[in-house]
T-cell receptor, first 114, second 111 residues
Framework: DAGITQSPRHKVTETGTPVTLRCHQT?????MYWYRQDPGHGLRLIHY???????DKGEVSDGYSVSRSKTEDFLLTLESATSSQTSVYFC?????????????FGSGTRLTVV | RKEVEQDPGPFNVPEGATVAFNCTYS??????FFWYRQDCRKEPKLLMS???SGNEDGRFTAQLNRASQYISLLIRDSKLSDSATYLC????????????FGTGTRLKVLA
């Protein structure tokens, strides 16, 4: 009954290659987010979207781009992967920008850049 | 100073014990507060929101102290299944919105 799925779940890629992670939701939520989680840093926002074709940068957006052509899909692209982008990536959705709703997270993508 | 700080733990407690975690935040303009639970190698899941008056959900109680700028989570009658990392989240609007995660406090409940 997962309302949010991420793909792939695991990926190993080489330095310098482009990588795209996908987030798909079935909840029709307007807001979608991409986070990365690294030891000692907690979850950090990469990019977020507040509607189709409406996106904005988060605190760690360098080296990443996003696209949202449909309500249900939010893509994160690492334009040229670097070892510092080895991380666990989580997508999240929320009903509105008032975060009293809280977020629902996807299961995550473990990305290793070698 | 980090915007949201948590003691990383681990807190090792026996089953049935009561355990409490605190989380401090630096921005007095912070508006909303949450606790999330994250199991090992899993995604975070919303545990509860934290209201100004304090709130309870079963064995879990959350409190907010705006004067001292911290929130707390109390777990009574700990279960083995409570073993997880607990993330504090603070929502602040200061120019732009910020939903800031703490690095988490790890709890291990021992049999």
């Amino acid at each position: 009954d997962a309302g949010i799925t991420q793909s792939p779940r695991h990926k190993v890629t080489e330095t310098g290659t482009p990588v795209t992670l996908r987030c798909h939701q079935t909840e029709n939520h307007r807001y979608m987010y991409w986070y990365r989680q690294d030891p000692g840093h907690g979850l950090r926002l990469i990019h977020y979207s507040y509607g189709v074709k409406d996106t904005d940068k988060g605190e760690v957006s360098d080296g990443y781009s996003v696209s949202r052509s449909k309500t249900e899909d939010f893509l994160l692209t690492l334009e040229s992967a670097t070892s510092s982008q080895t991380s666990v990536y989580f997508c999240a959705i929320s009903e509105g920008d008032r975060t009293s709703y809280g977020y629902t997270f996807g299961s995550g993508t473990r990305l290793t850049v070698v | 100073r980090k915007e949201v700080e948590q003691d990383p733990g681990p807190f090792n407690v026996p089953e049935g014990a009561t355990v409490a975690f605190n989380c401090t935040y630096s921005n007095s303009a912070s508006q909303s507060f949450f606790w999330y639970r994250q199991d090992c190698r899993k995604e975070p899941k919303l545990l509860m929101s934290v209201y100004s008056s304090g709130n309870e959900d079963g064995r879990f109680t959350a409190q907010l102290n705006r004067a001292s700028q911290y929130i707390s989570l109390l777990i009574r009658d700990s279960k083995l299944s409570d073993s997880a990392t607990y993330l504090c989240v603070v929502y602040t609007v200061s120019g732009t919105y910020k939903y800031i995660f703490g690095t988490g406090t790890r709890l291990k409940v021992l049999a």
